[in-house]
């Protein structure tokens, strides 16, 4: 909102919409077409950003007029405070001043992950947090107070809305667009009668309505243009795709939609005479009933429409190819039925199926533009003769053959003669001009010619288009690039040459046939630019240059630290350390408990599920499927001690597949407990698996996409805790899993570890990480939303974009930008995430492994009283000792681990050595 009007965005163009509906379009066009739009409140009233297709937002004094400068650069804009625009960047919300650029902060703003913020005005603003959802503040952001939504629904799309803030709600039953009462802190329906009919196409998909009017539209008769969009969304089916159609009718000064009606199918339009069109309705994928009706929008509605008669049924691929004097064509028999012949409408107005000549061939018509060398080109006359042309055959001996049928016959007609050698190609379509001569366009190198043929038995006309090396012909219509941009109204018997902006013309200077993308009775795309209105008073030409763009923006400021190497691990070796004993095998029935008798098991047939998966602590697991005598299937599932030479240090658990699992089944994550193995598995439905000891095992039943990010920690009796977009979850042994706090906005949340009864979360976003400790509800206590204090913004210690790990344990895998964290002590929080970085110093007995640790992934804990909020907990990676110093060194796999942990490393020759190891600083 500026004031009391509204402003849009459409197509990159700026457009303010009074109360009444008088719409003004932008004076100056910006330096790029905007992709977004924000007010920011000041003291002397809300001053208008933008940010442009190349990343660069611009400060606008007037919001119609010509930018003042550029402020910064940004991945997107998400918001605005008093005096200050809020841009994302890479996932992390940063703040700057709206009058310098420099950035800044907001006093009061939670530290919950930010993705979006809004004020009215100077006092009343709403933000949506990541996973917390929302907030309300009345106070210009000095105090927040929470606004609840309904249960189990999560919201996202901030925007103003007739003055209020909006939010999209998302739950079961589809979403909805709802208000946003800052003084009460409650959601409020939107008043559908109020609003704009702007409001309602864009809220219903229909995209920029110029866009559509030039490429598909047709002229209305109370004037601008009349289109339609399929498939529209309104919130009035609960934001699920409609089976009918949106009408509007465009001003084509503006852009702006005047008028409204839905439709009761989809509908495509196509131009007939000056009072009437053509509207080919049906449902999506079936039949279309093609009608004449007049050019005004009532005629599109449900009611009018139903009414109308129907002159024809056409398939929806069917091509639909018009003339002056209402004689159309359809690439297809007229009754639907098999077989290649053409439906013509005749002078008469009748239907009638002609037989397809055999120098068509059986392709369908080609359609009106772009035609590819060797494809022929169909028209209808307005006398119900068909022209077309064949002899592109793509060699450069060819030419375009012109020829007519008329009752079964086909003539041919003078070839035009072309200067040159190269290929021509057909640009555009077959017209007629009013003395009944076929008129189009052929491009042969870098020369566009119009070419003119009759049925006199006259040679054809050949005349190159001055300046010009690529051009269409649609209709009267036509577009032509070179030196310039020229324009025809008369089937390309003369070139006007238009204003066009200066980007345009280079675009035209490159000769390139691209640009030119669509034509039709009411202008042209031509790349990024449209062409409005032909000769038509209502909207100009293509406008001028714009202006020169405001001096480039410095880069957006960036907090993170600067990289630096990980340090020097020193360790001594204590001795050789037995591997554990195997564990028994015993295959519980997943649903009943029961177990299937291990000799049925045939364990020749044996088939991997899925690639292993990496988890928590250096473990690694695996699904296996069994199928027995009877055809009864069994998963096994194993976890190994990673790149242990010793298979005893593996455990398995089977269990009997449910119906419908075993073909589709999937590990996603494993984990080692204190006392056996938890597992993530997913197939019709999700299970959470915690094995024990002796081989029994407990199962939790889970959404999809919870197990998909389970990620857990503890052992014995401590809780497993995992999440999903319902919020978190926890599971105690002897009870069932129970939410521990709900997620209210956009799903980005990981469970980055446990200890006792708090659980880490972290939300990402890219390169942005904020975590928190989330104390876990005892049984019974129903679950609150997440807070939106307590966040720590650990950004800083990680770049690059977070990829999550297939397994428990890392919910994100980042990489380390701040090495040299100081090896975590006893007590410390457990791990954060498990990361990559460049590798430290490697010394085991005064020997030197300078490669570093190949795969090597350091392990980091949360810890507030550290230097960088963080400690490096354990450091594990491969080793690969160069050849002939197999005795000097002779580990293949190193597990460091800091603090009260044992470290240990594989040899090349099976043995498990335990090693004690210290961090120390690197040297500079």
Not at 22 to 41: D, F, I, K, M, Q
Not at 141 to 167: E, F, S
Not at 511 to 524: I, N
Not at 607 to 620: A, F, L, M, T
Request: net charge neutral; with cysteine; glycine share 12%.
């Amino acid at each position: 909102m500026i004031g009391a009007d509204s402003l849009y965005l459409l197509g990159g163009r700026r457009v303010l919409v009074a109360p009444d509906g008088t719409a003004r379009s932008e004076r100056v066009s910006a330096p790029e077409p905007l992709r977004e739009l924000a007010a920011v409140p000041t003291a002397h009233g809300a001053v208008l950003v933008g940010r442009g297709a190349s990343g660069i937002v611009y400060r606008f004094g007037d919001p119609l007029g010509a930018a003042e400068r550029a402020l910064l650069r940004a991945e997107s804009l998400i918001g605005s405070a008093p005096g200050l625009v809020v841009v994302d960047a890479a996932g992390r919300a940063e703040l700057y001043d709206v009058e310098s650029g420099a950035p800044a902060e907001l006093e009061g703003l939670p530290t919950a992950p930010l993705a979006g913020l809004s004020f009215v005005d100077a006092s009343r603003g709403v933000a949506l947090f990541r996973d917390a959802g929302l907030a309300a503040t009345g106070d210009g952001g000095t105090t927040w107070r929470r606004v609840p939504v309904p249960l189990g629904a999560r919201v996202r799309g901030l925007a103003l809305r007739a003055g209020m803030p909006a939010v999209e709600v998302v739950s079961n039953a589809g979403s909805r667009h709802l208000a946003i009462d800052v003084p009460a802190g409650r959601l409020l329906a939107i008043d559908a009668p109020d609003r704009r009919p702007l409001d309602t196409w864009l809220r219903a998909g229909g995209g920029d309505p110029l866009v559509l009017a030039v490429e598909g539209g047709v002229r209305a008769s109370a004037g601008g243009a009349l289109v339609v969009a399929a498939d529209f969304a309104p919130e009035s089916t609960g934001g699920h795709r409609s089976s009918g159609g949106l009408a509007a009718r465009v001003d084509l000064a503006t852009g702006v939609v005047l008028e409204t009606v839905a439709t009761a199918a989809s509908c495509r339009l196509a131009p007939r005479d000056p009072s009437t069109l053509w509207a080919a309705c049906g449902e999506p994928g079936a039949v279309q009933a093609l009608r004449a009706v007049p050019r005004e929008l009532a005629a599109l509605e449900r009611t009018r429409l139903a009414a109308s008669p129907v002159e024809l049924r056409i398939p929806p691929s069917a091509t639909l190819l018009v003339a002056d004097g209402g004689t159309a064509l359809v690439d297809r028999p007229c009754d639907n039925g098999p077989g290649s012949s053409l439906c013509v409408r005749t002078a008469t107005r009748a239907w009638t199926t002609v037989a397809r000549p055999p120098e068509l061939g059986a392709a369908p018509a080609a359609s009106a533009l772009g035609t590819e060398t060797g494809a022929p080109t169909i028209a209808v006359l307005p006398d119900g003769r068909i022209a077309f042309l064949t002899g592109l055959d793509g060699s450069a001996r060819a030419v375009p053959l012109p020829q007519l049928l008329s009752d079964g016959q086909v003539s041919a007609l003078p070839s035009p003669k072309l200067d040159g050698r190269e290929i021509p190609r057909l640009a555009g379509s077959i017209a007629v001009d009013e003395s009944g001569a076929l008129c189009f366009v052929v491009t042969a190198g870098a020369v566009a010619y119009s070419v003119r043929v009759d049925d006199s038995g006259a040679p054809a006309r050949v005349r190159p288009i001055a300046g010009a090396s690529v051009a269409l012909l649609h209709g009267r219509h036509g577009i032509a690039l070179g030196r310039g941009v020229s324009i025809s109204g008369d089937t390309g018997a003369t070139w006007r040459e238009v204003e066009a902006p200066g980007g345009l013309r280079a675009e035209a200077r490159a000769g390139a046939q691209g640009p030119l993308a669509a034509l039709s009775e009411l202008g042209a795309r031509v790349g990024e630019h449209w062409l409005v209105g032909w000769d038509d008073p209502e909207a100009p030409p293509l406008a001028g240059d714009p202006p020169a763009p405001p001096p480039p923006s410095p880069e957006r400021h960036s907090g993170y630290a600067p990289h630096r190497p990980m340090g020097v691990v020193r360790c001594k070796r204590r001795g050789a350390v037995e591997p554990a004993p195997a564990t028994a095998v015993a295959k519980p029935d997943l649903r009943t408990g029961a177990s299937p008798d291990p000799d049925d098991v045939d364990d020749d047939d044996v088939s991997d599920s899925g690639k292993i998966v990496e988890g928590q602590d250096g473990w690694r697991g695996t699904l296996r499927t069994r199928r027995d005598a009877r055809g009864a299937r069994t998963f096994t599932l194993t976890l190994t001690e990673r790149d242990s030479p010793n298979a005893r240090a593996e455990q398995s658990w089977s269990v009997s597949a449910p119906a419908g699992d075993a073909a589709r089944a999937a590990l996603l994550s494993v984990a080692r407990t204190a006392d056996g193995g938890l597992f993530g598995l997913r197939g019709a439905a999700s299970y959470v698996l915690r094995g024990r000891p002796n081989g029994a095992f407990e199962l939790a039943q889970t959404s999809k996409n919870a197990a998909k990010i389970f990620h857990a920690r503890g052992g014995g009796g401590a809780p497993i805790v995992w999440s999903s977009a319902g919020g978190v979850f926890v599971w105690r042994e002897g009870a069932a899993p129970a939410r521990a706090t709900r997620l209210a906005g956009e799903h980005a949340l990981s469970v980055l570890g446990v200890e006792g009864e708090r659980a880490l979360l972290g939300s990402h976003a890219f390169e942005s990480t904020r975590v928190r400790w989330l104390d876990l509800p005892r049984p019974g206590t129903p679950a609150d939303e997440l807070p939106f204090d307590g966040w720590l913004d650990v950004t800083p210690l990680t770049a690059g974009r977070p990829m999550p790990r297939v397994g428990a344990g890392a919910a994100a895998s980042l990489e380390l930008a701040s090495g040299s964290l100081p090896a975590c002590g006893d007590g410390s929080a457990p791990a954060m995430f498990v990361g990559r970085a460049s590798a430290p110093e490697l010394w085991i007995d005064g020997i030197r492994y300078d490669q570093s640790y190949s795969e090597h992934s350091p392990e980091v804990r949360f810890d507030p009283a550290a230097p960088d909020g963080a400690c490096i907990g354990r450091s594990f990676g491969k080793v690969t000792p160069p050849a002939g110093a197999v005795d000097q060194r002779p580990f293949v796999f190193v597990d460091v681990r800091f603090g009260p942990a044992d470290a240990a490393g594989f040899t090349s020759k099976g043995e498990r050595q335990a090693l004690d190891c210290t961090l120390m600083e690197a040297q500079r």
